[in-house]
């Protein structure tokens, strides 16, 4: 059935000075791709909203079939431009604002250090 209840240690000797911390994923978790971001300061008091959306062509607002199941095509409605889908929209306090920019920042550096040993320049 399950592991061994017996073999698990839940009462490891934790280095003095250290907590351990544990990365479990929500039932809500998923991978969200992002082309941009929209938003700025919250209504609150030191909180910024930051939305991100991924931007496509628009889906037609309406197609029409004729009876064959083949679509009329001068009969699509569909708008002009590019659609931007807003995903999700994430309220940071200041501090926690600061701790992103500053894993970007350096996880920026990591990835333009990579891609240029990759390619040889």
């Not at 280095?15 to 941009?36: A, F, I, M, Q």
């Not at 008091?45 to 991100?52: D, K, P, R, S, Y």
């Not at 079939?65 to 431009?81: F, T």
Request: hydrophobic share 40%.
């Amino acid at each position: 059935m399950g592991a061994d209840l017996k073999a698990i240690k839940t009462d490891a000797a934790i280095p003095s000075g250290e907590l351990p911390v544990y990365y479990v994923k929500s039932n809500y978790h998923r991978v969200v791709h992002v082309d941009g971001v929209y938003g700025g300061c919250s209504p609150t008091l030191g909180n910024i909203v930051m939305t991100v959306f991924s931007h496509r062509v628009p889906l037609p607002d309406k197609a029409v079939n004729d009876a064959g199941g083949n679509e009329i095509r001068e009969k699509r409605v569909v708008k002009y431009g590019i659609e931007n889908e807003l995903e999700a929209s994430l309220v940071l306090e200041l501090n926690t604002a600061r701790i992103i920019r500053d894993w970007l920042d350096s996880t920026i550096k990591n990835a333009e250090a990579l891609v240029q040993k990759v390619q040889g320049k």
